[in-house]
T-cell receptor
C-alpha cells in the first residue's frame, strides 16, 4: 500500500502570512488530490495534479507536483481565517485511476488574527 | 484506529433497480457520516452529510430523491441508489466523523449498473 506523509502536522499562522503544506509519497503518484475539511464537515475537493511539474492555482491556493511525482506542496498566500481547517492530500496509486484513495496524515491549520 | 465497514463491497445490478449500501461504524458511535462518490481518474466528491436522527444534507447537484440517505442509528447510515442507471456506476465511499474533525473511511462499494 502507498503511504502518504504530510508535514507539518499542525500549523499556526498569523493572518496575512504565507504558508506551505507538504505531502510526500513512498511511491510514484499517478494522481494527487488536495482536500480541505472544516471542523464538523466533509472533505471539500480543492485540486487534482497528475503530471510531473504540474502546478494549479485557485484563488490564493497553489498546489504543485514535483517532476518525480512523489511530492506535492500546497501553498497559501496571504492567509485568511477562512483558510483554517484540516488539509488532506490523497493519492491514487493505480495506473487506471479507479482504486481507493489513500489519504495523508492531515495538517491542521489555524489562522490567528 | 476506528473501523468503518461498508456492505456490499461489490454490487452489479440491472438498470432500473434500486441498490442499498450500508455504512457501519464498528467500534464507535458516529452522529455524522459522509457519503462520497469517486469516478475513475477523478477525485472524491462529497455527496451528502448524514446526521443521525435528521435529514441528510445534500451537496449542490446531488439529487436527494435519487440518492436516499438514512442514518437510523449512531452506527449505521445507508445510501440507496434508486432506479439505478449506468451513469450511476461508480465507487461510493462513506466516512464517519469523530470529534468533529477526524474522518474514518470505509473500504468503499463499487457499483456497476448494467
Amino acid at each position: 500500500s502507498q503511504e502518504l506523509e504530510q508535514s507539518p502536522q499542525s500549523l499556526i499562522v498569523q493572518e496575512g502570512k504565507n504558508l506551505t503544506i507538504n505531502c510526500t509519497s513512498s511511491k510514484t503518484l499517478y494522481g494527487l488530490y488536495w482536500y480541505k475539511q472544516k471542523y464538523g464537515e466533509g472533505l471539500i475537493f480543492l485540486m487534482m495534479l497528475q503530471k510531473g511539474g504540474e502546478e494549479k492555482s485557485h484563488e490564493k491556493i497553489t498546489a504543485k507536483l514535483d517532476e518525480k511525482k512523489q511530492q506535492s506542496s500546497l501553498h497559501i498566500t496571504a492567509s485568511q481565517p477562512s483558510h483554517a481547517g484540516i488539509y488532506l492530500c490523497g493519492a491514487d496509486g493505480s495506473n487506471f485511476g479507479n482504486e481507493k484513495l489513500t489519504f495523508g496524515t492531515g495538517t491542521r491549520l489555524t489562522i490567528i488574527p | 484506529g476506528a473501523v468503518v465497514s461498508q456492505h456490499p463491497s461489490w454490487v452489479i445490478c440491472k438498470s432500473g433497480t434500486s441498490v442499498k449500501i450500508e455504512c457501519r461504524s464498528l467500534d464507535f458511535q458516529a452522529t455524522t457520516m459522509f457519503w462520497y462518490r469517486q469516478f475513475p481518474k477523478q477525485s472524491l466528491m462529497l455527496m451528502a452529510t448524514s446526521n443521525e436522527g435528521s435529514k441528510a444534507t445534500y451537496e449542490q447537484g446531488v439529487e436527494k430523491d435519487k440518492f436516499l440517505i438514512n442514518h437510523a442509528s449512531l452506527t449505521l447510515s445507508t445510501l440507496t441508489v434508486t432506479s439505478a442507471h449506468p451513469e450511476d456506476s461508480s465507487f461510493y465511499i462513506c466516512s464517519a466523523l469523530v470529534r468533529r474533525e477526524t474522518q474514518y473511511f470505509g473500504p468503499g462499494t463499487r457499483l456497476l449498473v448494467l
